[in-house]
T-cell receptor, first 111, second 115 residues
């Protein structure tokens, strides 16, 4: 099935560092979303972006919807140990439709 | 408990057997989605229900997979003649109204292992 290209695959960082991950697609999406998944749980929505060029923050998280509508990035500032998990981008062509996910970025934070 | 619930949490079966996976969406949510997540991958869409009807079943991999939502609430994903390649986490999600900017809320998943 179709998946988005998400990078990096994994990151090992020190507590307090900033983190950046991104997602690209060959297709246009009208909505971009970022989810976090922890072991044994389903993905949890972090940020939703609905407009090309939109920059949205949620606490220490900031995400942008690329102006081409084919990419998005997520930044996490001043990482803490509870940021550990797998982060997924997802694109949605129309509201209410299926989500197309990236392969995930596994984040490890060393105290 | 107001979240999406899925049962069983784990299922081990033998190749060739039939399995049913259940999803209880958040009360009042009209849209329900099934995804499959293989190890080390992101979730992949299987099927989407709006009410009782399947609005999009383009992600079902073959005719061994079938899903129902007879009363517009609980949904069951059915897999016939299971194969080892069906082993994955099956995730269910629901949203309030598919036409609006509504979040898809995911359940914890059912981990299926086909021996």
């Amino acid at each position: 099935g179709q998946q988005l290209n998400q990078s990096p695959q994994s990151m090992f960082i020190q507590e307090g560092e900033d983190v950046s991950m991104n997602c690209t697609s060959s297709s246009i999406f009208n909505t971009w979303l970022w989810y976090k998944q922890e072991p044994g749980e389903g993905p949890v929505l972090l940020i939703a972006l609905y407009k090309a060029g939109e920059l949205t923050s949620n606490g220490r998280l900031t995400a942008q919807f690329g102006i081409t509508r084919k990419d998005s990035f997520l930044n996490i500032s001043a990482s803490i140990p509870s940021d550990v998990g797998i982060y997924f981008c997802a694109g949605q062509l129309w509201q209410g439709g299926k989500l197309i996910f990236g392969q995930g970025t596994e984040l490890s934070v060393k105290p | 408990g107001a979240g999406v619930s899925q049962t069983p949490s784990n299922k081990v079966t033998e190749k060739g057997k039939y399995v049913e996976l259940r999803c209880d969406p958040i009360s009042g949510h009209t849209a329900l989605y099934w995804y499959r997540q293989s190890l080390g991958q992101g979730p992949e869409f299987l099927i989407y229900f709006q009410g009782t009807g399947a609005a999009d079943d383009s992600g079902l991999p073959n005719d061994r997979f079938f899903a129902v939502r007879p009363e517009g609430s609980v949904s069951t994903l059915k897999i016939q003649r299971t194969e080892r390649g069906d082993s994955a986490v099956y995730l269910c999600a629901s949203s309030l109204m598919p036409q609006a900017q509504e979040t898809q809320y995911f359940g914890p998943g059912t981990r299926l292992l086909v021996l």
